[in-house]
């Protein structure tokens, strides 16, 4: 249901304990700047921007390799929030290798399993906003891939 | 203008970071995070701070009221407080939710409160020591409070509507959009459901943040007494309301007026927009 990568890290968070899965997700947290580009990377789309959903400036930009696999690069400004933080590098992680399309398809509810219930009911906005940007990306790039079909 | 505490009414409920490093090893003292970005204190926070959540620890988790007298008691037990402790607070974005978990803690009679002035933005860049280590405090038997101040420090709706009535003071703390209409919350926060937008009538926009310098501490004492006895027209005198989105930037202002100014008769409409911008028969003002 999931692509494999995404459901390696939903298994491990079904089965942390609250204490746990706060310092997993911060553990994430700390990985995000390894999402960033890195030098000399190409991308077939950048969608850099501040919205009114978030605190600060998002970044996302999407490679798809050769064949058909998108890979993600994603920087944060200086005021996001840790849980935006940990959710964009689950992201980059979890969803590299799947197709535009597969992201694009991709249910939202595993966002709770990994979050937790708790967490997701009183920052709602901020647990699915990375999720929604990259989605957003891969939408932008199948629907140029179908008009230069057409 | 340079900043001299002591020109505060009430210079003592007001620690610089200075001090506080000094005497982070205080057995009466109790440092206190509370922030809005929840993970926050996970990734690092002042040696020995405890972690307050406004929502899951001081609000209750059905009805929206703040914990029960009991609750409170259990809260300050678990963290090792007790009627005594010294309890200073901090957190992110100039310390909004530090003052709003400092109202709550003056909610249930909380004598001994203090703001660490800048909050966790200050501490961070002066280059000054985080931890991720949770302290273990021991348990506390925190004595059930007898009663919640809301009387004291808390206004309801007809309170708020009776104090437009009258024309007494009534500070609107959010933001000028907010405050003329145009919006309904915050640019950058997630839409409450607000039905309509506005101010209550004779409101005065004073913007939360009108009372902090850019690195988050509190202007001069002068300043403030400018911004809201001259310009406001808070009176000493008379009673004021303070109220904004749900209770939290107004607990700010709350702070600023009766810690810093001195006024022993403000009051927090924690209630605010989301319960006036959607109640039947509510009057409301707009303004261009």
């Known amino acids: 249901m999931y692509p494999e990568k995404l459901q390696n890290i939903i298994d491990l968070f079904d089965h942390l304990p609250e204490v746990e899965r706060r310092e997993t997700l911060v553990a994430y947290s700390d990985s995000a700047p390894k999402q960033e580009p890195r030098g000399g990377e190409r991308f077939d789309l950048e969608d850099v921007r501040k919205d009114e959903e978030c605190a600060d400036t998002v970044g996302v930009y999407l490679q798809v390799d050769d064949e058909g696999r998108a890979h993600l690069r994603m920087t944060l400004g200086p005021e996001v929030q840790t849980l935006t933080r940990a959710m964009t590098s689950i992201l980059c992680k979890g969803l590299d290798g799947a197709t535009p399309q597969e992201i694009l398809d991709l249910p939202s509810d595993f966002v709770t399993r990994i979050v937790g219930a708790e967490l997701v009911r009183v920052r709602s906005q901020t647990t699915y906003y990375v999720l929604t940007r990259i989605k957003g990306v891969c939408k932008v790039y199948l629907d140029r891939q179908r008009r230069a079909v057409a | ?34 922030n809005e970005d929840i993970l926050l204190y996970d990734t690092g926070h002042i040696p020995g701070a405890v972690h307050i959540d406004w929502r899951a620890d001081l609000q209750d988790p059905v009805i929206r009221d703040y914990i029960t007298p009991d609750k409170f008691a ?37 004598r001994n409160v203090k703001i660490l002035n800048g909050g966790r933005d ?167």
Request: overall charge negative; aromatic content about 10%.
């Open chain 2, 1 to 34: 203008m340079n900043t001299n505490p002591t020109e505060y009414a009430h210079p003592e409920a007001l620690v610089d970071a200075a001090w506080l490093e000094q005497h982070l090893d205080d057995k009466d003292i109790r440092i206190v995070e509370s």
């Open chain 2, 74 to 110: 259990e809260l300050c037990s678990r963290n090792g407080i007790t009627p005594e402790t010294t309890c200073i607070f901090y957190g992110d974005k100039a310390n909004w939710w530090a003052c709003y978990a400092l109202w709550a803690f003056r909610l249930f009679g909380h």
């Open chain 2, 122 to 288: 200050k501490w961070k860049a002066d280059g000054r020591k985080l931890t991720r280590e949770v302290p273990q405090n021991a348990h506390t038997t925190y004595p059930i409070p007898v009663r919640r101040m809301d009387k004291e420090i808390r206004a309801f709706a007809d309170e708020a509507l009776a104090q437009s009535q009258a024309n007494k003071p009534l500070i609107d703390v959010r933001s000028p959009g907010e405050y003329k209409g145009e919006i309904t919350h915050m640019a950058e926060y997630p839409q409450e459901g607000v039905l309509r937008g506005g101010h209550i009538p004779g409101a005065k926009s004073v913007p939360w943040k009108t009372a902090t310098n850019d690195d988050g501490t509190f202007k001069s004492a002068a300043e403030l007494g400018k911004i809201y006895l001259e310009n406001a027209g808070v009176k000493p005198d008379v009673d004021t309301i303070v109220y904004c989105r749900i209770g939290e930037r107004s607990s700010h202002t709350w702070y600023v007026l009766t810690y810093l100014l001195g006024l022993g008769n403000v009051r927090n409409y924690d209630g605010s927009w989301t319960e006036w911008g959607n109640k039947v028969a509510a009057p409301i003002e707009r303004s261009s």
